[in-house]
């Protein structure tokens, strides 16, 4: 099991932890540049952590952020980084997606021990709010042996969405903004508005305070369960293109949730197929939306 940790915890691991390494995982859509920022100020000692670096750069891929699988490739990559296998990794971001979650997740699939993960409650507002050092550059990197497994379990395909929904035994919950999910403008062209029939709108915004910081899981557990969410019942976690649904997982990990993925492809995949069969003659049941 992954954990969240304060900024207090993060100071004094950073002082005194062995084999750990503070990874900023920000990453923006639009016109901001996160590895600008993160060379103008970012936790001292920290190193930057490009979450594109480790997407799959096929033409045939459903989006830019589908997630490579090639272990020899991530294993470069993570190791160029300067992380084996032991390290603990503190992930945190200065992002609205919340993109530190993302990054955690994809070191699940890489086979990274989950109790090895940690990510910083509130990020780098939190961290610059409790008065932590921060500096400025790029710094320096040694490279490290890294041996990536890739844990498919923890992801979710098209082939496997689509024999969910014709033999429901997973819940999908979608987190993108519920103006979204009830089937505004999507900001991606070609792409057709609405959801994935039968699942649940639980927005990302629903999951974090006003600060920033995470809500309690005991209110997380809560809102679930208002919108209709079976807690017995294994969850996938969908979102636009695969960048915030990893928070939801990232929450049912600290809950202990016994089974849960994150479907990569997300309604850019979904939602860029032609109406399939299987979704003309459902009927769908009533979905209820999370709300502040």
Not at 39 to 45: P, Q, R, S, T
Not at 168 to 187: K, L, T
Request: charged share 25%.
């Amino acid at each position: 099991m992954p954990w969240l940790i304060n900024c207090a915890q993060l100071d004094k691991f950073r002082k005194s932890q062995k084999n750990l390494i503070i990874l900023d995982a920000s990453f923006h859509h639009g016109e901001r540049n996160a590895k600008q920022e993160f060379l103008e100020k970012h936790i001292l000692d920290a190193h930057f952590f490009d979450i594109d670096l480790f997407s799959d750069p096929s033409p045939d891929a459903a989006h830019p952020h589908m997630l490579i699988s090639d272990e020899k490739r991530i294993s470069e990559l993570v190791g160029s980084l300067g992380i084996r296998n032991d390290y603990k990794i503190i992930f945190y971001d200065n992002s609205e997606l919340h993109t530190a979650a993302r990054a955690l997740w994809q070191f699940k699939m890489f086979g990274h021990s989950p109790n090895l993960l940690y990510i910083l409650d509130g990020g780098f507002k939190a961290w610059e709010r409790f008065g932590g050092k921060t500096e400025s550059g790029q710094p320096t990197i040694t490279p490290k042996t890294y041996t990536a497994h890739f844990e498919p379990a923890f992801l979710r395909t098209l082939t496997q969405m689509k024999n969910n929904f014709n033999t429901p035994a997973e819940q999908i919950v979608d987190v993108r903004h519920a103006v979204r999910y009830s089937g505004g403008p999507e900001p991606r062209p070609g792409i057709r508005p609405g959801h994935i029939p039968g699942s649940y709108s639980f927005p990302t915004a629903s999951m974090f305070d006003k600060e920033g910081n995470f809500l309690s899981l005991e209110k997380i557990r809560k809102k679930l369960i208002e919108i209709g969410v079976d807690l017995n019942t294994p969850i996938i976690s969908s979102c636009g293109s695969g960048m915030t649904a990893p928070i939801l997982d990232f929450l049912l990990d600290l809950m202990n949730y016994p089974q849960h993925a994150v479907y990569n492809g997300s309604w850019t995949q979904w939602g860029n197929e032609k109406l399939f069969e299987g979704e003309k003659s459902l009927t769908e049941r009533p979905s209820e939306t999370c709300v502040d």
